[in-house]
């Protein structure tokens, strides 16, 4: 959808840091903002390796979201099958597209959670 934007999350292979409390609560955080002031240019998130804690963090997450926000998280096992939902040429090739794109996120989670002031 053009002029939306589109959150891939994948946890699979996430650390066990990322279960840090203080990194749970920022992204608490970005999720409130993000459904309270930009839900009109949010398509979907897409959350791949949902294991059992992300699961039971969800259902709590349940009560607290709007369902708008609700209706648009899409959570798909293991590396889920992005193709059905982007065309090919928009995905990188770890999750069977053809886009030379690579994301380059610090490998290091706490330099993340520094960047976000935790």
């Known amino acids: ?13 996430a650390p066990k840091r990322t279960q840090n409390p ?16 930009f839900m009109d240019r949010l398509a979907n998130i897409y959350v791949l390796g949902a294991n059992w804690f992300f699961m ?3 259902e709590v997450a349940k009560r607290v979201y709007k369902p708008e926000i609700l209706g648009k998280i899409k959570i798909l096992g293991g590396n889920g099958d992005l193709r059905e939902f982007f065309d090919a040429d928009c995905l990188p090739k770890e999750y069977g597209g053809i886009s030379p794109f690579q994301y380059n996120f610090p490998d290091s989670i706490e330099l993340f959670l520094s960047l976000i002031h935790i």
């Open 1 to 13: 959808t053009w002029g939306k934007i589109c959150i891939i999350y994948d946890r699979n292979d």
């Open 22 to 37: 203080a990194f749970q609560a920022k992204m608490k955080e970005f999720t409130s903002i993000f459904q309270d002031h």
């Open 56 to 58: 039971m963090l969800f």
